[in-house]
Each structure stands twice: as structure tokens, then as C-alpha cells.
């Protein structure tokens, strides 16, 4: 239920629920920050139980967009979208309801941009624009836009397990380390390919019996879903859904450290302190998935070249990891309490503009 108590620990700005009735769909909006500028965030398409879950997730999911820009220092904050689908849409259904999101989006004016997500693709943006909205990121190369944004998301994830390594082993080299990848979707199988070329084990599990069967020709060693957790492993890499660590999951791991691309990974805040207990390094969520919304604002919203989208992945990632590690150590806080201090401190202000017309 939308109470004051939710309202006020998630800490945003606006909240829209819209209904649509054709299709019986929520299309939820969440504004979680515009204090340092225009906020951005993808939009999610998937079937909830309920509308509260629904709400809750696209909270949670808009405040951690602010944090991935604070961290990079971008004149940007955070919103996000939530599409709840009462069933999967035919083609026809799904385009009218992309439209339709189109025109909200319209009516927020600019102070919202958003991109694509779990459930929404480029192609899916593309259909969005159509209505007229100039606010809509990571469209297709062949309609103008940056194209998907998994391959930045994969950038920053491996540029995350480097840096974590370096702070477990002392070494940022991958050679012969064993990383375990959580869902070989887009994500996940570009990171695989990545750990690959650098030298590293990778195992992986996932649950499409297609993927699990492209990916084990390519030569990755397959894990069970049942064996997903207490696989021995340097890294365990989520990369599919949230809420991944909890109660149940983390006694069972075996691993060292935890660096994944997925949204909100721990179902509690409280299982960062579990992770601790475990002697397991937990890699923050949202700066280690950072890559993809970073890199596509870089370019789409500040004219960056690809490059300098790749540098500014790497140095947020990189250099906030290693202040967060270092201040986890000797101020002895949990990591995740670390990088809420120092990323918090990035959330800037911009300046009132004061209209002096008369
Ligand atoms: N899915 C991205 C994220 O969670 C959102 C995004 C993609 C935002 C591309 C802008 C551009 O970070």
C-alpha cells in the first residue's frame, strides 16, 4: 500500500500510477531525485503480484538510478518506470501501450528521460519515440540512438570484478580466477566473454534451456539452478533478477566476493551485514551496474564519444570501489553504509535559477 511510511523512506519527489484500461496494465513513474538535473531511468516490463510489489520495486529501483549518477557526477538524477502487465501482450497490445507511455512521458516536460530495462528493449524505444518524445535514451543504432546499453553494463561489471579482485587477492589480473555469472542473457553473456579473453574460469547458470545450450557449446561450464549458490567460485556475479541475496542464499555461498549487474540485489538491506559475517566482499549493486545508464547519457545527453563514455565507466567504477574499500576498512563500516557516505555526498545541487525577466 502507498502509505507516508514508504513515501518518506524512499525519500523521492513524485509518484504517478497511471491505469490503462485497454490493456489493464499499470504504467507506474517514479521521480526519485532532480536535484542535480534531468532524472533518468529505464523503464521495466514484466507481471507483478500486485500493484503494491509493483510500487515498491520502481521505487527502490528509482532512488538507486540517483546513486549510479551521483557516483559517475553527473548533472543527472535518478527516476524509473515500471509497466506491471496483467499477461504477456500480443504485438499490436504492446505497441499501443508503448505509445501511451510515449505520451506520459511527454507530460513530465523533460524532467524525466527514460531508457530501456528488464522487459524493454531499443527496438521498444524506438516504438516510444514515435509518439513525439524527445526524452527517450538507447534507442536503435538505425533509428539514430547509442544502440543497447548491455554492452556498457558488462564494461562496468568487469571493470568492477577487477578492482574487487585487486582488493581480494591483490592482483587486478582475472587470469585463472573463477567467476560464477548469474543469467547468461544480454549482460551476462557479453561479461562472460570478457572474463574469458582475460583468463578467467567462468561458470554460469541460467534458466532459458536455449541460452544454457549456446553458451556450453561456446566452452563455459554449465551450473544447475540448484547449485547456483553453493558453487565454489572467487566471484559470484549475479546478473538477472534482484533480490538474489537474502537469508536463504547466503549461508550457502562459496565465494569470496559478490559483483553483479542485477537491480537490487539484496532482498533486505540488513543481508549486507550477513555477506560481512560470511567474510563475503559485497561489491555495491549500484555502481557495479552503473555501465549502462552512464555510458548512454554520456553520449545521448552530454555529446561524450564512445570513448570517453568507456573512461568515465571506468573511473566511477574504479576509483568509487576503491574509496568505498578503503573507507570500509578503516573507518570500519560496512561496505554498503561506505558507499551510501560517499555517494550521497555527490548528489549535487544545482543552482536555482532565478528568472530576473520582468
Ligand atoms: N537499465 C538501465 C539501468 O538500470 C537504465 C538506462 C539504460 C538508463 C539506458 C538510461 C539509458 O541503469
Same mark, same amino acid.
Given at each position: 500500500?502507498?502509505?507516508?511510511?514508504?513515501?518518506? @523512506? =524512499?525519500?523521492?519527489?513524485?509518484?504517478?500510477? %497511471?491505469?490503462?484500461?485497454?490493456?489493464?496494465?499499470?504504467?507506474?513513474?517514479?521521480?526519485?531525485?532532480?536535484?542535480? &538535473?534531468?532524472?533518468?531511468?529505464?523503464?521495466?516490463?514484466?507481471?507483478?503480484?500486485?500493484?503494491?510489489?509493483?510500487?515498491?520495486?520502481?521505487?527502490?529501483?528509482?532512488?538507486?538510478?540517483?546513486?549510479?549518477?551521483?557516483? !559517475?557526477?553527473?548533472? =543527472?538524477?535518478?527516476? #524509473?518506470?515500471?509497466?506491471?502487465?496483467?499477461? %504477456?501482450?500480443?504485438?499490436?497490445?504492446?505497441?499501443?501501450?508503448?505509445?501511451?507511455?510515449?505520451?506520459?512521458?511527454?507530460?513530465?516536460?523533460?524532467?524525466?528521460?527514460?531508457?530501456?530495462?528488464?522487459?524493454?528493449?531499443?527496438? @521498444?524505444?524506438?516504438?516510444?519515440?514515435?509518439?513525439?518524445?524527445?526524452?527517450?535514451?538507447?534507442?536503435?543504432?538505425?533509428?539514430?540512438?547509442?544502440?543497447?546499453?548491455?554492452?556498457?553494463? $558488462?564494461?562496468?561489471?568487469?571493470?568492477?570484478?577487477?578492482?574487487?579482485?585487486? /582488493?581480494?587477492?591483490?592482483?587486478?589480473?582475472?587470469?585463472? /580466477?573463477?567467476?560464477?555469472?548469474?543469467? !547468461?542473457?544480454?549482460?551476462?553473456?557479453?561479461?562472460?566473454?570478457?572474463?574469458?579473453?582475460?583468463?578467467?574460469?567462468?561458470?554460469?547458470?541460467?534458466?532459458?534451456?536455449?541460452?544454457?545450450?549456446?553458451?556450453?557449446?561456446?566452452?563455459?561450464?554449465?551450473?544447475? @539452478?540448484? !547449485?547456483?549458490?553453493?558453487?565454489?567460485?572467487?566471484?559470484?556475479?549475479?546478473? $538477472?533478477? &534482484? &533480490?538474489?541475496? %537474502?537469508? *536463504?542464499?547466503?549461508?550457502?555461498?562459496?565465494? #569470496?566476493?559478490?559483483?553483479?549487474?542485477?537491480? %537490487?540485489?539484496?532482498? *533486505? /538491506?540488513?543481508?549486507?551485514?550477513?555477506?560481512?559475517?560470511?567474510?563475503?566482499?559485497? !561489491?555495491?549493486?549500484?555502481?557495479?551496474?552503473?555501465?549502462?545508464?552512464?555510458?548512454?547519457?554520456?553520449?545521448?545527453?552530454?555529446?561524450?564519444?564512445?570513448?570517453?563514455?568507456?573512461?568515465?565507466?571506468?573511473?566511477?567504477?574504479?576509483?568509487?570501489?576503491?574509496?568505498?574499500?578503503?573507507?570500509?576498512?578503516?573507518?570500519?563500516?560496512?561496505?554498503?553504509? $561506505?558507499?551510501?557516505?560517499?555517494?550521497?555526498?555527490?548528489?549535487?545541487? /544545482?543552482?536555482?535559477?532565478?528568472?530576473?525577466?520582468?
Amino acid at each position: 500500500m502507498i502509505t507516508e511510511e514508504l513515501m518518506n @523512506d =524512499w525519500g523521492g519527489e513524485t509518484l504517478m500510477v %497511471n491505469r490503462h484500461e485497454s490493456s489493464g496494465a499499470f504504467i507506474i513513474v517514479a521521480i526519485h531525485s532532480t536535484k542535480s &538535473g534531468p532524472a533518468a531511468g529505464g523503464v521495466r516490463m514484466k507481471k507483478y503480484d500486485g500493484l503494491d510489489q509493483a510500487v515498491e520495486d520502481v521505487l527502490k529501483l528509482s532512488s538507486a538510478m540517483t546513486y549510479k549518477f551521483a557516483t !559517475a557526477n553527473m548533472n =543527472w538524477g535518478g527516476g #524509473k518506470s515500471v509497466i506491471s502487465i496483467p499477461h %504477456n501482450l500480443g504485438p499490436y497490445q504492446r505497441t499501443e501501450l508503448l505509445h501511451d507511455f510515449g505520451e506520459i512521458l511527454k507530460t513530465f516536460d523533460g524532467s524525466y528521460y527514460v531508457g530501456p530495462d528488464v522487459g524493454t528493449s531499443s527496438e @521498444d524505444m524506438d516504438v516510444i519515440f514515435q509518439t513525439g518524445a524527445p526524452y527517450v535514451f538507447s534507442r536503435t543504432k538505425a533509428s539514430g540512438g547509442a544502440g543497447s546499453s548491455a554492452n556498457p553494463t $558488462a564494461y562496468g561489471v568487469f571493470c568492477a570484478i577487477q578492482t574487487t579482485c585487486k /582488493r581480494l587477492f591483490g592482483t587486478k589480473n582475472l587470469n585463472d /580466477r573463477t567467476v560464477l555469472v548469474q543469467g !547468461a542473457g544480454n549482460v551476462g553473456g557479453l561479461l562472460m566473454n570478457s572474463l574469458r579473453d582475460a583468463g578467467a574460469h567462468v561458470l554460469f547458470s541460467e534458466t532459458s534451456p536455449k541460452l544454457v545450450e549456446k553458451h556450453i557449446d561456446i566452452g563455459y561450464r554449465y551450473i544447475p @539452478d540448484e !547449485a547456483v549458490f553453493s558453487t565454489k567460485c572467487d566471484v559470484f556475479s549475479p546478473c $538477472a533478477m &534482484g &533480490g538474489v541475496l %537474502n537469508k *536463504h542464499s547466503i549461508p550457502l555461498l562459496s565465494c #569470496k566476493g559478490v559483483v553483479g549487474a542485477a537491480n %537490487n540485489q539484496l532482498a *533486505h /538491506r540488513s543481508d549486507a551485514e550477513l555477506l560481512e559475517e560470511n567474510n563475503i566482499l559485497y !561489491a555495491p549493486d549500484y555502481i557495479v551496474s552503473l555501465g549502462g545508464a552512464i555510458g548512454i547519457t554520456a553520449i545521448e545527453g552530454e555529446g561524450m564519444t564512445f570513448e570517453q563514455s568507456r573512461d568515465l565507466i571506468k573511473s566511477s567504477i574504479q576509483e568509487t570501489l576503491e574509496l568505498i574499500y578503503e573507507m570500509s576498512d578503516k573507518d570500519s563500516l560496512p561496505v554498503l553504509d $561506505a558507499a551510501d557516505k560517499i555517494v550521497e555526498q555527490r548528489v549535487k545541487r /544545482r543552482p536555482l535559477m532565478i528568472d530576473t525577466h520582468d
